[in-house]
């Protein structure tokens, strides 16, 4: 009998749960543990900054759901992992014994890196608020509330070595949606200021003709931006932003006024990982073989926003390469075969797909982008906008609640639908 240990109850972590429950004989026990006691669905978050989702809609409660399909739930915050002695430790001093780790653990939002940076209350006192985590996405509707009485500029973006683009332009479009419906949009002068190279780079190398329909799209909504930006320090309600060139020299100093901001931190791999000697690169990001398994540790395998991956080319200001759901939960689908077959005596064979596809909310209207492969060049390489993403991003946040309250990980019509858009879970 084994001990399945998965750290990180998230995007990835849940439906990995699930999958190696359904895969594994009940004999072996699986346990999650997570920070907190609630799952959150992050991709929800800009919704909820905005007050067109409560908490509720896009929370719930781990432990009863998982209990139900007999997968041991803790919630805690993991520590210490001593490798080696193949064990989790806790703050309390308490311990957890494993056969196989699966780590999960997301991002560590990197707000230290540029001074002045993160929500003010839920992210360690700076100025710029974030909508990685459900209480930032909180503390930004609140003050939301507030900058509607008296409205002024908007600065909204990524920090110098993000990797997730997407989410900060489709809460730009958000946000532009909102004030027009207000009918405050004329009051607000908004500013998109990203380290990607160009528009619609989305740490890709673009995808598709995501540069000139993201660029028409911030003009026809009367959005500046700056690309090549470096942001250097936020101030209450100042944002200072060195421009560099293609060769990386600094082109131009901005001192951007705001009344509110978004900018989307870097990330880096959380504490507990990131110490675990020969583990991670420096970043604290997990790094793995073909088979998503520790290069270090041959029984610790890892998915999700955590693990290492090289940006896709070298830009002026650093970036990152996104992890998108879908690539998550193949990365999550392969771990469980391969855990599966390592029981059984066999070798691992299970390689996750990595497709990149991301629906993209931009409150009436959206885009989807499909990267198959995600590094370029690629086989399907789609941008597209449309009515139908916006209703499509609703569909995905209703379908994933369900699956995870149901405790299935991939019901068949999604393996179906998938897989009529020529997009598979594993390499076959
Ligand atoms: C704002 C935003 C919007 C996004 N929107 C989309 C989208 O629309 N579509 C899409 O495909 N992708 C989207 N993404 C990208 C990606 O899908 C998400 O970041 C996703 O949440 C990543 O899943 P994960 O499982 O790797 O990490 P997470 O979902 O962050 O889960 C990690 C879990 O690990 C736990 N944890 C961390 N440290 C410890 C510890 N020491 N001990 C115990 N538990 C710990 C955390 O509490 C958390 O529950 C978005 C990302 C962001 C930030």
Not at 6 to 16: N, T, V, W
Not at 163 to 183: H, M, N
Not at 339 to 348: H, S
Request: aromatic share 10%; glycine share 10%.
């Amino acid at each position: 009998m084994a001990h399945i240990v998965i750290m990180g109850a998230g995007i990835g972590g849940m439906p990995a749960a699930y999958e190696m429950r359904e895969m594994l004989p009940q004999e072996h026990r699986i346990t999650v543990v997570n920070r907190t006691d609630y799952f959150q669905f992050v991709p929800s978050n800009p919704w909820v900054a905005v007050g067109w989702r409560e908490r509720a809609a896009v929370t719930l409660p781990i432990a009863p759901y998982l209990a139900r399909k007999k997968i041991a739930f803790i919630a805690k915050a993991v520590t210490h992992i001593d490798a080696p002695g193949n064990k989790l430790v806790f703050a309390d001093g308490e311990t957890l014994d494993y056969d196989y780790l699966l780590i999960a653990t997301g991002p560590k939002l990197a707000f230290d890196e540029v001074p002045g940076a993160g929500p003010f209350k839920s992210g360690g006192g700076g100025f710029s608020h974030s909508i990685c985590h459900v209480d930032h996405a909180q503390e930004f509707f609140a003050d939301y509330q507030e900058f509607l009485k008296n409205p002024g500029p908007l600065v909204i973006g990524a920090m110098p070595g993000a990797s997730c683009f997407g989410p900060a332009y489709e809460f730009a479009f958000i946000l532009d949606t909102d004030l027009r419906r207000r009918k405050l949009r004329n009051k607000v002068p908004m500013t998109f200021v990203t380290s990607e190279p160009y528009i619609g780079h989305l740490g890709l190398g673009g995808v598709g003709d995501s540069k000139s329909m993201l660029e028409s799209e911030l003009r026809g909504r009367d959005m500046k931006w700056i690309t090549n930006a470096k942001t250097t320090r936020v101030e209450a309600g100042k944002m200072f932003v060195s421009q560099l060139d293609d060769l990386g020299n600094v082109y131009k100093e901005h001192e951007l006024g705001f009344k509110l901001s978004m900018m989307l931190p870097a990330f880096k791999g959380v504490d507990a990982v990131a110490a675990v000697p020969n583990l991670c690169n420096p970043r604290g990001m997990v790094i793995i073989d073909e088979f998503q398994r520790s290069k270090a540790y041959r029984n610790i395998y890892s998915a999700g926003v955590c693990v290492a991956i090289p940006p896709v080319e070298v830009t002026p200001v650093p970036t990152g390469t996104p992890k998108t759901g879908y690539m998550i939960e193949s990365m999550m689908t392969a771990i469980c075969h391969n855990i599966a077959d390592d029981l059984m005596g066999k070798p691992a064979t299970a390689k996750g797909t990595w497709n990149a596809v991301c629906l993209a909310d931009m409150g009436d209207t959206g885009a989807a982008f499909v990267a198959l492969p995600q590094i370029p060049p690629r086989n399907v390489n789609w941008f597209k906008k449309g009515k139908w993403v916006h209703l499509a991003k609703i569909a995905y946040e209703k379908y994933f609640m369900r699956k995870l309250k149901k405790g299935t990980s991939e019901p068949i019509y999604e393996k179906y639908v998938m897989g009529m858009l020529g997009i598979n879970r594993l390499h076959k």
